[in-house]
Every structure is written in structure tokens, then in C-alpha cells.
């Protein structure tokens, strides 16, 4: 039997780019904005990936929050603030998962800034996955050769746990816990899968990608 959650996206923004020595949200992206003549970024191509799959977009930030609202206000965004980032990543996805249950919506489709987004193509792959998935299917998350990546989709069942967990955990080790209620989805996107840290680990994707 088919479902019809409403989704809210959510975009984890909250981390401090130690390695990168600037904030991972603000790169140019697509390839072709590399150059300063223009004002997308990594968070902007973020936003529009999951526009069209969502009611509406938080993203999740912390001390960076003045640096990041102009751009989430551009593009039709909200903000929501992680008190204390330094307690990790997971801590932020439990504040933008409880924004997602006090705005009434019982299910999200969760990425990381410091990555290219997707296809809009591929998100809405993964949002046809989970609403034709059975009951008890309560996640699904990007395949590509071999490796599981972003942006993933939870079902409220998942988002309540997700929620009574310590702010220590990791989604990783949530994930396993309860995979038999996952279910994985090949796609092939490349972009579920890296992480960009460095500015090596940036030019190489910029080189790779223009």
C-alpha cells in the first residue's frame, strides 16, 4: 500500500569547515560559478536540489548563521539554529528533526552542505522509493557503486527515534541499527557519495566536474 508523507528538506550547515579554512557553504557551485562572477554556492544548489520534493527547506546552521541566512532567505529557505554545534552533526540533524515535527510534517529528506547536491531528478527517485515502499520500510537511503550516501529520506518511526537518541550518536550507527527497516536505493548520481573537506578535496571536484 502506497503512503503520501509530506516531506520538509533538511540541510545540515552547522559545522565550522575547519579543514577547508572557509565556510563549505559558501563555494561556488556548478562548476561554471566557480568563477567569482557569480553568487551560487554549494547551500543555493542545495536548496533548488531538494525544491521541488519538499513543502519547505531548513537549514540547519550555528555559529555561521549571519554568514548563511542572506543566501537561505534568497532562495526561499528558513534557518534554524544548533546552539551548541561543538556537540556534533548529530545534534544538528536532532534540532532540524524536531523543526520538522513542530511544523506538522512526518517525514524529511536530509543532506550535508559540504557536498554537491544532486539531481532534482534523483531526489524525487528517492521520495517515489519511500512513497511506494511498504509500512515497514521507515528509511531510504542512496546507493552508488557500492556506497551509501545523501540525501537519505526518514519516516517518522525513524525521526522519533532519531529524536530520543543521545546527542552523541551518529546517524551511521542509527542507520545500522535498524537497516532491516531500510531500504537502499542504486542511483547514478555520483553525488550521493563524497564528501568535500579540503580545498584539494574542492579543486579535485571542480577539475572533475567542469
Known sequence: MSRA????????????????????????WPPQAAHLT??????SAAIRSLAL??????????????????IVYANGASLVINPDPSRGQFSSLQVGLHEVLNRGRDAAIITLVDRPPVSTATVLLLRDAYESASQNVWSV???????HGHPYLLGR????????APPTSSARDLEHRYQSRIQYVTVADPFVAPNINTPEDYAALIAKSS
Open 53 to 70: 520534493s519538499t513543502d519547505f527547506i531548513l537549514i540547519v546552521a550555528g555559529k555561521n548563521e549571519a554568514v548563511l541566512a542572506p
Open 5 to 28: 508523507p509530506s516531506f520538509a528538506g533538511v540541510i545540515l550547515a552547522a559545522g565550522e569547515s575547519s579543514r577547508m579554512g572557509t565556510d563549505k557553504a559558501l563555494l561556488p
Open 157 to 164: 518511526e525513524l525521526i522519533e527515534l532519531f529524536l530520543q
Open 141 to 147: 537511503v542512496p546507493e552508488f557503486s557500492g556506497k
Open 38 to 43: 557569480s553568487k551560487e554556492t554549494f547551500l
